[in-house]
């Protein structure tokens, strides 16, 4: 038989052990409470702030499509949309996914290429078709110009860029090209940028000689910037301001669902990237300067997005 100290020492172990086992059951408590609230933020910001239908994508076709994992293309619209003006789509890109291959193609339309703009009869520059009539008449626009099927779309503000950028410290980037963008110096290398100076450093054009080529990808630099910055342990602590600022900037027809399925099954796209230009010449009518993209060209790009969803 144990003797009294015995006894007394047995039961301060039981003790600990219990005040351990409920530490530990309250630290895991409290871990998921936490999750379970991050997880609703994404979900309520999503569905509630960011999900926008637009009734030229069949939203119905487009889950079948998940369902079976097969390719799909997304439109991606940079606007530069200020105060009391809708903007225009400065940035138009087609993604497409193609889950089977692990890979994903990334063409870009230059904003001042001229075609018919459905939806409101005339025949203008590209991007004024979200001026006319925002995402919807975009999506629109850019099926009837290449002949393809939009799945989703994504259209950023890219005003909200600069909140973005600060909500996670700022990014880093490295640029080729040194330019000046108004009282902001851009020297060659790597630098470290906050969100007035990444907003300065993507709006430049006009002194690129490459034009929108540049522009896009210092605009690709930034936001791969702020993904990086965002998935580190210090970007989830600020995730509520992040999410705010997504809210208040990005609009998708995806839905929590439709994010979710595709970080699961079409992740391993990331793992190669193809990227295109649409190229034509420039022309003046009736002292408008426009991208003339020839036939022959509109059908090369045609036919290279319905070959890369086809796996081909």
Not at 155 to 178: F, H, I, K, P, W
Request: aromatic residues 6%.
């Amino acid at each position: 038989m144990l003797g009294r100290k015995e006894k007394r020492e047995k039961n301060k172990k039981k003790k600990w052990l219990k005040i351990t086992l409920l530490v530990i059951g309250l630290l895991v408590l409290i871990g998921g409470i936490f999750l379970f609230a991050f997880y609703k933020n994404v979900k309520d910001t999503v569905n509630n702030d960011l999900h926008e239908s637009v009734t030229a994508i069949d939203n119905d076709l487009t889950k079948e499509k998940m369902a079976s994992n097969e390719p799909l293309n997304i439109l991606l619209l940079g606007v530069d949309e200020r105060e009391n003006d809708r903007g225009r789509s400065d940035t138009m890109i087609v993604l497409t996914l193609d889950p089977s291959n692990e890979r994903m193609q990334m063409v870009s339309i230059p904003r001042d290429t001229r075609t018919e703009i459905i939806g409101h009869g005339t025949v203008d520059k590209i991007n004024h078709s979200y001026a006319f009539g925002g995402s919807n008449m975009s999506v629109d626009t850019v099926e009837n110009f290449l002949d393809v099927e939009i799945d989703y779309y994504v259209r950023v503000n890219m005003e909200g860029l600069q909140q973005l950028v600060d909500s996670v410290n700022g990014v880093t980037v490295t640029n080729n090209l040194a330019f000046t963008n108004g009282s902001y110096e851009f020297p060659i290398g790597e630098q470290e940028l906050d969100g007035r100076e990444a907003l300065a450093y993507v709006r430049m054009r006009k002194n690129d000689p490459q034009g929108d080529v540049g522009r896009n990808e210092r605009q690709r630099q930034v936001i791969e910037g702020v993904i990086s910055k965002g998935a580190s342990f210090n970007g989830v602590s600020k995730i509520n301001e992040i999410l705010s600022v997504l809210g208040e900037n990005v609009s998708t027809n995806m839905d929590f669902s439709d994010m979710s399925g595709l970080v699961t099954d079409y992740r391993g796209a990331r793992k190669d990237i193809e990227t295109y230009q649409i190229t034509g010449d420039g022309t003046t009518i009736d002292g408008i300067w426009y991208l003339q993209v020839p036939d022959e060209e509109v059908q090369k790009t045609h036919d290279m997005i319905d070959d890369f969803a086809n796996g081909l």
